[in-house]
């Protein structure tokens, strides 16, 4: 009897948990949509003009502004899309940041934003993990060539304040966390023999350690600052996995999924961040 009355109680509670997760999730698509109407229903040159403001009066209250901002996604998101990124990427670049990290978790096909297929590349050859945005546009073959500037460009030539403001944008793959780690650790131990290696070993440990990281930074292909400010986009606040070494500092915003997000949530981000105190040790 006890038995049969354990077993109804805990079904109870899974109808309950479960009856409280689907309220929540439509308290907060609902909530999404009334923003999302009433940001509708301005004109573009109106949102426009209210998120200049916005970010505008945020950056006069900050008193210091994150340099490398990282967003991470996680596998089961399904809000965050190439729109909602490029309009963080917009406000970011408003504030002053500089460099944006993006660690998208979903797989391809299930959310996943490329960012090539967003941004400009960093090199000549269009590959690796770097890009830039916004792109700077291309050249168009009916351009007017009497002098009048169209898209940045003016007789042909880049007009150098067009897009001279650019972001530094980094995709994350999974591959890149512990993974990576993992790989750099194991050809230091084939190498454990060499000179070099043993060279490190009698030195201090700090020598050991910025060999690690100058071989991490090769790997990822190139060279960006620790990310002072991090977003998840998640139900409950997990890193997973995100360049273990590089957000050792990180101060993490968690934004549950499905919930708006908006230029008044970037800016009370950025505030809760201006206010709080970073520890650099012990």
């Not at 546009?137 to 650019?166: E, H, I, L, M």
């Not at 292909?221 to 400010?229: C, F, I, R, S, T």
């Amino acid at each position: 009897m006890i038995e049969v009355l354990c077993l109804l109680l805990s079904r109870l509670l899974l109808l309950l948990v479960g009856g409280y997760e689907l309220l929540w999730l439509l308290r907060e698509r609902l909530n999404a949509f009334v923003n999302w109407s009433y940001d509708l229903w301005r004109s573009a040159a109106a949102r426009e003009l209210h998120e200049r403001r916005v970010l505008t009066d945020c950056r006069s209250q900050l008193t210091k502004t994150p340099q490398h901002l990282v967003l991470v996604i996680s596998p089961s998101d399904h809000y965050v899309d190439s729109v909602l990124l490029q309009r963080i990427f917009g406000f970011a670049l408003e504030v002053g940041v500089q460099h944006v990290s993006v660690y998208d978790r979903r797989p391809k096909g299930g959310g996943y934003v490329e960012l090539d297929k967003l941004c400009q590349p960093s090199s000549a050859e269009g590959s690796g993990s770097h890009f830039k945005w916004p792109a700077i546009p291309k050249k168009s073959d009916s351009a007017p060539r009497n002098g009048q500037k169209t898209n940045g460009y003016v007789n042909g030539a880049a007009d150098s304040s067009s897009c001279s403001n650019q972001l530094q944008l980094y995709q994350i793959s999974a591959a890149d966390g512990h993974a990576l780690i993992a790989d750099v650790c194991r050809e230091l131990y084939e190498e454990r023999n060499s000179e070099v290696v043993q060279n490190l070993l009698s030195q201090k440990r700090e020598a050991l350690t910025e060999q690690i990281d100058s071989m991490l930074t090769k790997r990822l292909g190139y060279v960006a600052p620790e990310p002072d400010l991090g977003i998840i986009f998640a139900r409950q606040t997990c890193t997973y996995g995100v360049l273990p070494w590089h957000v050792r500092f990180t101060e993490f915003h968690t934004h549950p999924s499905g919930r708006y997000f908006n230029v008044e949530t970037f800016a009370n981000i950025l505030c809760k961040y201006s206010r709080c105190e970073q520890r650099w040790g012990t």
